[in-house]
């Protein structure tokens, strides 16, 4: 439901990333993702310098004097973004929760394709896919995907990434840009996600909350997850609890950075604390050196 609030939100949102995509941001998503391949654009006729390969010998025998073919990149891109609805994503300690992180990022992003002419589309995903809005161009498009970001209500607590990753290759058939956005407390997901890296650009926003890597000494604490509804008391003035607790997500941490190395697998970190243009900035000018290098 499109409340007051939610227009408020939207509104602020959008005239604060149109902001950021007429800045370096802009220019910094058309260097780092690059078209799907090439076109033909012309024949003409030969000049020194020019490759030997790029000759057209069907049109050079034609007319009896060298032409070449030229060639430009497709620019067009198909942006997808896949994201991780569950209960989870509502966490958030100060603010914002996971899910407006979610939410402002994907808007930078969607503004940044529109501006560059790139389609854009959503696919929101608990235990089994919600919505999906098929890839469109323009900047009416980007503002609907902003707008279901916020008004965006699942109607189940679980998480389910599988179900996402086959959805998205069952229905995306030329290769895309795919950007997830979760916290990827799941299970079970990385052979669906290993298989759709392998035919797309695929970019791991792996959204964390403060205290979900450092539990507060505050005596007990009843402890509720959101998605299956159980409880816990947990005693948080054990030193050895704490240290064990930080120790488990940081493996987990560790764990998730090597299998997506491994896969060529791009990850975006965001928390709930910082400035979302700047790690925004920062993931691709390193995107971009890291290309260069290889």
């Known amino acids: ?19 950021a995509v007429e800045d370096p941001l802009g220019g910094a998503y058309r260097s780092v993702f690059k078209g799907a391949g090439i076109a033909f654009e012309e024949v003409r006729e030969y000049q020194p310098g020019d490759e030997i390969r790029s000759i057209d010998w ?25 994201m991780d609805a569950s209960a989870s994503m509502s966490f958030g300690t100060i603010n914002p929760t996971k899910r407006d ?15 560059n002419n790139d389609k854009v589309g959503l696919i929101v995903v ?3 896919v919600e919505r999906f809005v098929p890839p469109r161009k323009g900047p009416r498009h980007a503002l609907r995907l902003i707008r279901d970001l916020f008004v965006q209500s699942p109607l189940l607590d679980g998480t389910r990434l599988q179900a996402g990753f086959d959805f998205l290759n069952k229905v995306q058939h030329r290769r895309a840009l795919v950007f997830v956005f979760s916290d990827f407390l799941d299970l079970d ?16 926003v792996h959204v964390r909350d403060p205290r979900e890597l450092e539990i ?14 159980n409880c816990i008391l947990i005693d948080t003035s054990q030193p050895d ?42 993931f691709f000018q390193a995107r971009e050196r890291r290309h260069k290098q290889s």
């Open 1 to 19: 439901m499109l409340t007051p609030e939610v227009l408020r939100q939207v509104r602020r949102l959008q005239l604060r990333a149109r902001r």
């Open 58 to 82: 069907n049109v050079t025998a034609r007319m009896g004097h060298p032409f070449i073919k030229r060639y430009i990149e497709e620019r067009e891109l198909t942006v997808l973004f896949l």
């Open 101 to 115: 992180v979610v939410a402002e990022i994907a808007a930078l992003l969607a503004l940044c394709a529109v501006s």
């Open 126 to 128: 608990t235990t089994e």
């Open 189 to 204: 997901y990385e052979r669906a996600m290993r298989r759709t890296a392998r035919r797309h650009d695929v970019v791991a």
């Open 216 to 229: 507060p000494e505050v005596g007990l604490l009843e402890v509720h997850d959101a998605e299956t509804g």
């Open 241 to 282: 609890f704490r240290a064990a607790v930080q120790t488990q997500r940081r493996n987990r941490d560790d764990a998730f950075r090597q299998w997506t190395r491994a896969h060529n697998i791009d990850v975006l970190s965001a928390s709930t604390v910082g400035d979302h243009l700047d790690a925004l900035m920062r």
